[in-house]
């Protein structure tokens, strides 16, 4: 009887030091070893993950609070050697709906976010330092055929923009500058045929524009700003 007595307070004590393990702080009062906390006034678990002297190691994991359990949201695996996360986002079931790099709270580089019912790309893009669009930016169809193919700088289209049909026909292409439409732009039907084209100047059409039909001139227009006082 005192054996079982013992054991089970043996037990007790172990479990006591386990917990005391939680979330505890170094001797300059930063963060140290593993860490757990829960969504307030509950036991369900919001994120989980190690520290180092105040900076995160390792692998955290993140989760919401669905019904009352802990279903994982997130990952973010830390390195040593940099200050960039690699980031994965998930459904409440468990699919992948993103990954990529993040600093802080701020996007960097390459991410890549997938279809809703897939593992095929969405949309892939890539994120300055600063967090900001930089570059190609390509959106995909669930064939994996690209349905838009941008340019990006500061986070602002930039450059030529080209939009396909879902058979890779080519159905508009125009240019932005800081984020405007400015410059020329055409319009095609699903099988090639030019149908519209024109010239956009700081986001509104500019000039003539021209429209056709059965590869022929049909109708011009001519949006070029007029003052309504004569000079």
């Known amino acids: 009887m005192k054996k079982i007595v013992f054991i089970f307070f043996l037990f007790g004590v172990i479990n006591g030091l386990l917990a005391q393990t939680f979330n505890q702080f170094n001797e300059n009062g930063k963060r140290h070893g593993v860490w757990r906390k829960y969504f307030e006034g509950t036991k ?26 802990a279903v994982l949201s997130a990952t973010r695996q830390f390195n040593d050697s940099t200050d960039l996360a690699e980031v994965t986002f998930f459904t409440s079931k468990g699919k992948i709906i993103s990954k990529g790099k993040m600093r802080g709270k701020t996007y960097v580089g390459t991410w890549k976010y997938y279809q809703k019912d897939s593992d095929k ?3 892939l893009e890539r994120y300055n330092e ?6 190609k930016r390509f959106v995909y169809y669930e064939n994996e055929q ?86």
Do not use: C
């Open 44 to 69: 369900v678990l919001r994120y989980e993950g190690a520290f180092s002297n105040g900076k995160e190691i390792g692998l955290f994991k993140f989760y919401k609070n669905i019904k009352g359990k």
């Open 130 to 135: 600063k967090g900001q669009l930089q570059g």
């Open 146 to 231: 690209v349905a838009e193919e941008t340019n990006y700088t500061n986070g602002l289209l930039h450059g030529k923009a080209i939009y396909y049909s879902l058979k890779g026909v080519v159905l508009k292409t125009m240019f932005y500058v800081d984020g405007e439409l400015h410059g020329e732009a055409k319009f095609f039907n699903p099988k090639g045929e030019l149908l519209v084209e024109g010239q956009y100047k700081k986001g509104k059409k500019h000039g003539i524009w021209q429209y056709y039909e059965n590869g022929k001139l049909k109708e011009t227009k001519d949006f070029t700003l007029k003052s309504k006082y004569k000079p």
């Open 121 to 123: 790309l969405l949309t």
